[in-house]
């Protein structure tokens, strides 16, 4: 076994055996040595690599530029290179997950070798490959999952003193979390008193306030917002918010079925959360906006891609700590149960050698949930709600989170809750799935849908299942996504979720971005009816004038549509969010169909069944995953 530092400084366990060393392997027939350049074609678009080459070996491995998933890519970019130098040959190991990167690195080479007139064959012999011996570790706790939430209670686990060990199924950390929208709700007033008021607002909070109380949590909470409204009423701030206004829309938004004292946590301590982020190094825009489906303007954007600044504020977190320890490539299979307590995690290598983990104060599962797995997803979801959620529906998720964990806990006797209820998300690739093109700075107050008749038919601000529905029922199953730019001032500043410019998508023709200095032009790039087109606007104008809701219900309307260029994407609704999964209690421990508690097992973030009901509301995971994944650290460090 191999010690190796990588990215933040985390201690990596690498199989040297898995990659098959091979340094001494030299080419036996003389190529012309220099430096080559190749492109090949990734997952986003191309990926160029600068190759230098000896008489008979590969001496250095630099790529150059890259466009592919950050966070997600990086692992391939950082780690190929070092594995086809080390074995010299093509044959080597992709990153579990992030294949498609690996794969076109490896091209790129080859590209570089045929240049450089080497025999292909002479890099492409087999790698000898050896079982790596099995293994038995041991620490105070356990977590499996490296996702947001494996990796917010890893960081806190570690900072109470608790030995931690963490392993990953994936070749990388992040989970879904990393390629997320990576937005983030918190009320947070001080932000939140200079955001633009809205007249629509008003009847938001009346009409949840105005509700007849389905239980006395329910009134209770009811009561706690009306008195912070009328509070709020009385001061000169812009725009009401309270962590029990948080609560209520969460719970309202996922139609009454989250366990609202659970939901009553994740908003009280969202602010919290946010704060502890922000310490970790994490970095948010200044602004607050509305993200898709959040329902409200307490939406916070981070300010790297995707979810990648949480990722990295974890990592840097845990960097350097000698209690913590990671390991990749290991699937956990089955948990360890002695005597009714859960004292363990039974995993597998890559090269499926056993591993096996005792936990002396817990085991915390943070595997995510089981959007893209299509059996599962058939199976749970037999409802009418989603009529078929087969393998025609794309998925915004990353291979490899597949629900495992939750069959985990069954089996350990954990109940499990709202398995039925799957998240779409509207604004997804139309041909993929993925979220990481998208661009729109100002979120929902910045953006329309229009249908393939130029116009718009949903409300934008409403919540993600029912604008889905409302896509799916339109005849082409898709939408476009309309900017102009009041949104967008300058294409070269505007940056996709995932970090690209909004020049480069349109430049490369990428994710169907069009853009059209007028609006009969954009109708045109659309393939939609251009009078139509304009009428929908024009009338959406009138809107932002006498501030009115809409036929549709809209009431987020704070920026109009005055100028050209126009830009559009097309957009379809994909399988995004899991909210069923296994029954917690408000301290991250696991339950069994009784009430009693599992010992020693502990879950969070989206492995998790009881926050969001029956639909998520966008920029909530991110606090599911930071408070839960916090109390499941704190809880299990403690034994408690
Ligand atoms: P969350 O937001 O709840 O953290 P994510 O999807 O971000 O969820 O992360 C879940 C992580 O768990 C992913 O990195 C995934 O690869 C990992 N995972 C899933 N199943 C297993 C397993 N059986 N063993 C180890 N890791 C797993």
Redesign the pocket.
Same mark, same amino acid.
């Given at each position: 076994m191999t010690k190796k530092i990588v990215g933040g400084g985390l201690v990596l366990f690498l199989l040297a055996a898995v990659f098959g060393c091979n340094s001494s392997a030299r080419a036996k027939t003389p190529m012309r040595a220099g430096t080559y350049t190749a492109s090949a074609r990734a997952l986003n678009g191309p990926l160029a690599v600068e190759v230098k080459l000896s008489t008979d070996a590969i001496t250095d491995i630099k790529i150059t530029s890259s466009v592919d998933s950050p966070g997600v890519s990086d692992w391939a970019i950082e780690l190929m290179p070092r594995r086809i130098i080390e074995s010299q040959s093509l044959m080597v190991d992709v990153v579990t @997950?992030v294949s498609i990167t690996s794969g076109a690195i490896i091209r790129g080479v080859e590209d570089c070798l045929g240049q450089a007139g080497a025999v292909l064959a002479e890099f492409k012999r087999p790698l000898s490959r050896t079982r790596a011996p099995d293994q038995e570790l041991s620490a105070d706790v356990v977590i =499996?999952? @490296?996702?947001?939430? @494996? /990796?917010?209670a890893a960081a806190t686990a570690a900072a109470s003193g608790a030995s931690v060990i963490l392993?990953?199924?994936?070749g990388? /950390?992040?989970?879904?979390?990393?390629v997320?929208g990576g937005i983030y709700n918190t009320a947070n007033p001080e932000k939140q008193d200079h955001a633009p008021a809205e007249s629509g607002v008003e009847k938001l909070i009346t009409d949840a306030l105005t509700e007849r109380p389905v239980n006395e949590e329910h009134r209770a909470l009811i009561e706690k917002v009306r008195a912070e409204y009328e509070a709020f009423k009385r001061t000169n701030k812009t725009l009401f918010d309270s962590p029990s206004w948080h609560a209520l829309q969460t719970w309202n938004g996922g139609d009454k079925i989250g366990t609202l004292s659970i939901i009553q946590i994740m908003t009280n301590n969202a602010l919290a959360g946010f704060r502890w982020l922000q310490e970790q190094g994490m970095e948010f825009y200044p602004n607050v906006t509305q993200g898709s489906g959040s329902l409200y303007q307490r939406t916070f954007r981070a300010l790297m891609p995707n979810?990648t600044g949480y990722i990295k504020a974890f990592r840097d977190s845990l960097a350097g700590r000698n209690n913590y320890s990671q390991m990749l490539d290991?699937?956990?299979?089955s948990l360890i149960v002695e005597g009714g307590r859960v004292v363990g995690?039974n995993?597998v290598g890559k090269d499926g050698h056993k591993v096996t983990l005792r936990a002396a104060r817990g085991v915390i599962l943070?595997?995510?949930?089981f959007a893209g797995n299509v059996e599962l997803r058939q199976k749970y979801c037999q409802g009418e709600k989603w009529p078929d959620l087969g393998p025609s529906l794309n998925t915004s998720? =990353?291979?490899? =989170?597949?629900?495992? @964990?939750i069959f985990?806990a069954e089996a350990a006797g954990a109940k499990l809750v709202n398995m039925e209820q799957i998240q779409l998300l509207q604004v997804c690739n139309k041909d993929t799935g993925a979220i990481g093109g998208n661009a729109y700075p100002n979120y929902v107050a910045g953006y329309v849908f229009i249908n393939m008749n130029g116009e718009r038919f949903v409300r934008e601000d409403g919540r993600r299942d029912d604008i889905s529905k409302s896509i799916m029922a339109q005849s082409e199953g898709y939408m476009y996504l309309v900017q102009s730019a009041d949104s967008i001032p300058d294409t070269d500043k505007a940056l996709t979720l995932d970090g690209r410019t909004v020049t480069y998508m349109l430049e490369n023709k990428l994710s169907g971005w069009v853009s059209a200095a007028t609006l009969d032009g954009l109708a045109a790039e659309m393939g939609v009816p251009a009078g139509n087109l304009k009428t929908t606007i024009d009338a959406f104008n009138t809107h932002i004038d006498t501030q009115r809701p809409d036929e549709f219900g809209r009431v987020l309307f704070n920026y109009k549509y005055t100028k050209g260029p126009w830009y559009a994407f097309p957009c379809k609704p994909a399988a995004h969010h899991t909210m069923g999964g296994v029954l917690i209690d408000g301290d991250c421990r696991t339950l069994r169909a009784d009430g009693s508690v599992i010992p020693g097992l502990y879950c969070?973030?989206?492995?998790?069944g009881v926050v969001h009901g029956g639909n998520r509301l966008g920029g909530n995971?991110?606090v599911?995953?930071t408070v839960f994944?916090r109390i499941a650290g704190t809880n299990a460090a403690a034994g408690r």
């Open positions: @997950g =499996v999952g @490296g996702g947001g939430a @494996g /990796l917010s392993i990953e199924k994936t990388f /950390l992040g989970g879904n979390s990393i997320s979810g290991t699937t956990a299979k995690v995993a943070a595997t995510g949930g998720n =990353v291979p490899g =989170v597949t629900g495992d @964990g985990m969070a973030g989206e492995i998790t995971a991110m599911d995953f994944g």
